[in-house]
């Protein structure tokens, strides 16, 4: 098989890892989209590509690529999904998730101008990307020193959730559920390194909801980030297309196995969407990659709608 990874780091440590269970037998290549241009040049097309990058550059490739018939991990418009953060709370919301009340605005300045607010809130990004903006303020004084660099960046506004001040990282591959606990970067001090946390000892409606948003937005693979509203009720405040899921044993052999089962079976409509091929409760697999045996817990629809 040939995989192609579209990303302009291929040396990431969860690509690193999946190259290395795939390379001995099937050939793994990787395709910076900023650089790459569609037309002719991309033929004959990868079996599979994973699509990490996350641009807008890289999703018109993807989208390329799968109007020509190659499969996409994940695909270009669920991957697009997750980019609008306003877009992705009406989605979540619509659907049931407990995800965090979200409102758009225009700039920072703006919101800055208009004085003190209510409660502490989070600012960030509306557009999701590397180094975006995640903030916390409670004053006005703190807003304005927000938009001292960020003025013309356009905003959504979340209230702040007062919490222990660790975020739960839940990552799903394939139905596979990871987990982790990190220092928010809200927090005094900033963000800390990740622990791992097993799956399994989280509660079952926070393991729920993760796996309820992957059907709903058609991800495959992709992280939620879950904070405890009280009374261990989850609340989502953002959902993460192929993120980076370091350090959790299991994760690069379950994405390997996935890579490999759509390169074989392709992919077919479903209700609008497209879904692997032959994916049901039983799931079998068609490849020999290596079965995690550590943590996770592993759960999956009949039809996954993706």
């Given at each position: 098989m040939r995989i192609c990874?579209?990303?302009a780091d291929p040396g990431h440590p969860l690509l690193a890892a999946v190259t290395a269970l795939l390379a001995p037998e099937h050939q793994v290549v990787p395709l910076d989209p900023g650089s790459a241009t569609a037309g002719p040049g991309l033929f004959p097309l990868a079996d599979v590509y994973l699509l990490k990058a996350r641009t807008p550059r890289a999703l018109a490739l993807a989208a390329f690529l799968e109007e020509h018939g190659a499969p996409v991990l994940n695909s270009a418009a669920a991957t697009a999904r997750c980019q609008d953060?306003?877009?992705?709370?009406?989605?979540?919301?619509?659907?049931?998730?407990p995800f965090?009340?979200?409102?758009?605005?225009?700039?920072?300045?703006?919101?800055?101008?208009?004085?003190?607010?209510a409660t502490p809130l989070v600012l960030?990004?509306?557009?999701?990307?590397?180094h975006d903006l995640v903030a916390r303020a409670d004053s006005a004084a703190g807003l304005r020193e927000l938009a001292a660099d960020w003025a013309q960046e356009p905003v959504v506004v979340q209230e702040f959730t007062a919490n222990s001040g660790w975020d739960h990282k839940l990552w799903v591959v394939d139905g596979r559920l990871f987990a982790g606990l990190r220092r928010s970067e809200l927090a005094p001090g900033g963000r800390g390194p990740?622990?791992?946390?097993?799956?399994g000892e989280l509660p079952a409606s926070w393991r729920a909801a993760a796996l309820r948003a992957g059907e709903i937005f058609g991800l495959d693979v992709y992280g939620v980030d879950v904070l405890d509203a009280g009374?261990?009720?989850p609340l989502l405040v953002d959902i993460n297309a192929f993120p980076g899921i370091r350090g959790q044993a299991g994760a690069p052999e379950a994405l390997a196995e996935l890579a490999l089962r759509t390169a074989?079976?392709?992919?077919?409509?479903v209700n609008g969407r497209t879904a692997v091929n032959g994916r049901t409760a039983a799931h079998g697999r068609t490849a020999a990659i290596g079965r995690p045996t550590t943590t996770g817990e592993t759960?999956?629809?009949e039809v996954s709608q993706k």
């Open positions: 990874l579209l990303t953060r306003v877009a992705m709370a009406d989605v979540a919301r619509a659907a049931g998730l965090a009340a979200t409102t758009a605005l225009t700039t920072v300045g703006r919101l800055a101008a208009a004085g003190e607010p960030k990004s509306r557009f999701s990307r590397r990740t622990r791992s946390l097993p799956a009374g261990g009720a074989v079976n392709g992919r077919t409509a759960k999956r629809p």
